[in-house]
């Protein structure tokens, strides 16, 4: 069973970075679509940047596209979102997720999830 645990969420100032990690376990030989979303209150989740085993591959949301960077370590099983020029619209809990296989980068394709990690841009 595929296990994510994610970190480094917290308050920071508009213009800001913060670095994401999720840390991994239970993975198979298997290809895997890694991803990061982000659901803020009374809203649907959103905001997917994903990393695709098979070819390394990115894809990110258009409302982070340019200022969040997906990478992963497979060496330390973890997965990293660099996020930076942060906005008070990215404000919400940031979730970790893993599919099996090459899936869509959105939220209703993926197979397991993180309990997430709070992200706020406030001044």
């Known amino acids: 069973q595929v296990q994510l645990v994610e970190s480094g969420g917290g308050l920071v100032q508009p213009g800001g970075s913060l670095r994401l990690s999720c840390t991994a376990s239970?993975?198979?030989?298997?290809?895997?679509?890694l991803g990061w979303f982000r659901q803020a209150p009374g809203k649907e989740r959103e905001g997917g940047s994903c990393?695709?085993?098979?070819?390394?591959?990115?894809y990110y949301a258009d409302s982070v596209k340019g200022r969040f960077t997906i990478s992963r370590d497979r060496a330390k099983n973890t997965i990293i979102l660099q996020m930076t020029n942060l906005k008070p619209e990215d404000t919400g809990i940031y979730f970790c997720?893993?599919?099996?296989?090459?899936?869509?980068?959105?939220?209703?394709?993926?197979?397991?999830w993180g309990k997430g990690t709070l992200v706020t841009v406030s001044s």
């Open positions: 990393i695709y085993d098979i070819d390394g591959g990115t």
């Open positions: 239970g993975f198979t030989p298997d290809v895997y679509t």
């Open positions: 997720a893993a599919a099996t296989g090459t899936a869509r980068c959105h939220h209703d394709a993926m197979d397991f």
